[in-house]
């Protein structure tokens, strides 16, 4: 999975695959939600999203990490 956030346009987009996207759906107002042929989820992408998370912050909790990469 990976996280990248784009401070022109404040949007934070949600990589859970590399599985490339067919498909987006809008679930709400700045949230979008991309899937792949089959139906799965691939990435959710997030307008605006100072204003919907705290981008300050990651937690990650009981996650199996093999790799850590935090660039500030």
């Known amino acids: 999975m990976k996280m990248n ?3 022109d346009t404040d949007s934070l987009y949600i990589d859970m695959s590399d599985t490339p996207s067919a498909e987006s759906k809008v679930i709400s107002d700045g949230v979008v939600l991309d899937y792949d042929k089959d139906g ?3 990435g959710i992408d997030l307008d605006n999203a100072s204003q ?3 981008l300050k912050e990651l937690v990650l909790n009981r996650l199996p990490l ?3 990469t935090i660039v500030a």
């Open 5 to 7: 956030y784009y401070p």
């Open 40 to 42: 799965h989820l691939v």
């Open 52 to 54: 919907i998370v705290n």
């Open 66 to 68: 093999h790799k850590e």
